[in-house]
């Protein structure tokens, strides 16, 4: 049994690169002043640039990497509905209106996403199909369907439960124990999500430029100094949409720095399937994420031809072959039928949690806004509160939000350096294995 598990073509990137290659740096000249100045080319960056642009002011979108480099192109794709939080939890945490109020935004968002596209006219490869969430014990299970019933209180939401005796007709595997079905959930190839939003936003009038790092901010609001790798630039705003790379510049975003923590998730892509055993692990087409706090994801790819699987173990520490591995083999223990198969890309992105597990959205004591922390959600997310920010800084209204300036927890033990991640993974890992009530949350 010595056939390797990777495909000929394996490569350690991005399946979504495939369609829409990455690496563009940009080396137009740099304006020596603008109105604002975005840090960081992912979805929230380009989603506040593209409301500022649009109101007429001048907007320049750095980043450091390529352009879109972070998450926004290594996601798994999903666009889902709710926030990664019971709402029992959250009502513990603000009391009932409030949390009502930004669980019901969680909603919002998503359905902002899917008009958002539809009226740019944007191709991001949607399939439309609904989620199983798929409960990991018999526990979990009723933890699913207790959090539904919960949210389903308060907000009208489409879902139903799936008992063990019936997943077959959506999973092609016997080792959960049934699943709650949201029939509001769907999945976009991210990188081309993103590639429409980088022409939108140069199109209004804005510049995108990858290769050049914000290496420090002075001032204050209505006067930055912006140090960068490629000179100084001036600039009355600064929005921050850094999140799971907050840390990769150390004195350009203190702020950030010490508050969201990146937190590692990892993804292999089969190479294509017969349409035989596509139906069989995937009769019914849909995404699916497990209960686990450790949790797992699976989804097909916009063709229906392949399966793109992940974890966010950062346990799962190693080299990239070991790590395909060991997604390789919880995929295979997943839906036994797709051994034999192989691999044929891995890759990894960052993830940006606060300490709270909340998005936060606001502008901090030095005038700097900031859009981030949006855990493992910032397709729609990122989408909503980018514009929300960038509305509040083109101050032409419908930036409101439950979300704006919520107090944003730091830690003194964390300086950017995410130490205790597989500490916390282990930690999880137990409870997954021992406790198994998972992550009792709907979204
Ligand atoms: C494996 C994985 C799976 C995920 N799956 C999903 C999913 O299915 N659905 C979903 O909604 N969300 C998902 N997420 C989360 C989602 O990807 C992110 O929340 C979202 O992409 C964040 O977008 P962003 O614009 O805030 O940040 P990013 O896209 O991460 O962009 C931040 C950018 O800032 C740049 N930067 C940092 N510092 C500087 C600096 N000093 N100067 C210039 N540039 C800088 C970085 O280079 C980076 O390009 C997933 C994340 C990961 C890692």
Same mark, same amino acid.
């Given at each position: ?14 399946? +979504? +690169?495939?369609?829409?290659? %990455? ?57 889902? %509905? ?5 709402? @029992? *939890? ?13 669980? #019901? ?6 359905? $902002? ?14 399939? =439309? ?8 014990? !018999? ?17 009208? /939401?489409?879902?139903?439960?799936? !008992?063990?005796?019936?997943? *077959? ?6 080792? =959960? $124990? ?11 190839? !991210? ?14 009038? @804005? ?8 290496? $420090? ?39 950030? *720095? ?38 797992? +994801? ?6 229906? %031809? ?38 044929? *890309? =891995? ?18 004591? $030095? ?8 855990? @493992?959600?910032?397709? !729609? ?22 979300? +704006? ?20 993974? @282990? /930690?999880?890992?137990?409870?997954? #294995? ?10």
């Amino acid at each position: 049994m010595s056939r390797t598990i990777f495909s000929d073509d394996f490569l350690v990137q991005p399946l +979504w +690169w495939d369609d829409v290659p %990455r690496g563009e740096t940009t080396a137009s000249d740099l304006p020596d002043s603008v109105d604002v100045l975005i840090v960081g080319s992912g979805f929230a960056g380009l989603n506040a640039g593209l409301v500022t642009a649009r109101a007429g002011m001048k907007t320049l979108v750095l980043d450091r990497g390529a352009i879109g480099e972070g998450a926004s192109t290594r996601l798994v794709g999903y666009i889902g %509905r709710f926030l990664h939080y019971s709402i @029992a *939890r959250l009502i513990e945490m603000f009391g009932e209106e409030q949390a009502v109020a930004m669980y #019901r935004e969680g909603g919002e968002a998503h359905f $902002h996403f899917l008009d958002f596209v539809k009226s740019e006219g944007f191709d991001v490869g949607m399939l =439309y199909r609904g989620r199983f969430s798929a409960a990991h014990t !018999p526990q979990a299970y009723e933890a699913l369907e207790e959090n539904a019933r919960n949210v389903s209180r308060y907000i009208p /939401f489409r879902y139903e439960m799936c !008992p063990r005796s019936r997943q *077959r007709e959506h999973i092609g595997t016997d080792i =959960y $124990h049934g699943g709650l079905i949201l029939h509001e959930h769907g999945t976009v190839q !991210p990188a081309k999500y993103h590639q429409c939003l980088v022409d939108a936003v140069r199109s209004a009038g @804005a510049q995108v430029v990858g290769g050049n790092a914000v290496r $420090h901010i002075r001032g204050r609001r209505g006067a930055f100094e912006v140090t960068t790798a490629r000179g100084v630039i001036k600039t009355r705003e600064v929005i921050a949409c850094t999140n799971g790379y907050s840390n990769q510049e150390r004195h350009a975003l203190p702020y950030l *720095r010490k508050r969201v923590i990146p937190v590692p998730g990892y993804q292999i892509a089969t190479e294509p399937l017969a349409p035989e055993l596509m139906k069989t692990v995937k009769p019914s087409g849909k995404a699916v994420y497990d209960s686990k706090i450790n949790l797992n +994801w699976d989804r097909p790819t916009p063709d229906d %031809r392949a399966i793109v699987f992940g974890g966010r173990s950062g346990t799962l520490e190693g080299r990239p072959h070991d790590k395909a591995k060991q997604l390789y083999d919880i995929m295979t223990t997943t839906y036994p039928d797709l051994r034999g198969v192989r691999i044929r *890309r =891995y890759w990894q992105g960052f993830m940006g949690f606060g300490f709270d597990k909340l998005t936060h959205v606001g502008c901090n004591e $030095h005038g700097i806004h900031y859009a981030t922390s949006f855990s @493992a959600s910032g397709l !729609p997310l990122g989408t909503y509160f980018g514009q929300k920010v960038g509305r509040r800084v083109a101050d032409i209204g419908g930036g409101d939000t439950s979300f +704006w300036n919520l107090r944003f927890p730091a830690n003194p033990l964390f300086n950017g350096r995410p130490w205790f991640v597989p500490l916390l993974a @282990a /930690f999880y890992d137990f409870q997954d #294995r021992f406790i198994g009530q998972g992550n009792k949350k709907t979204g």
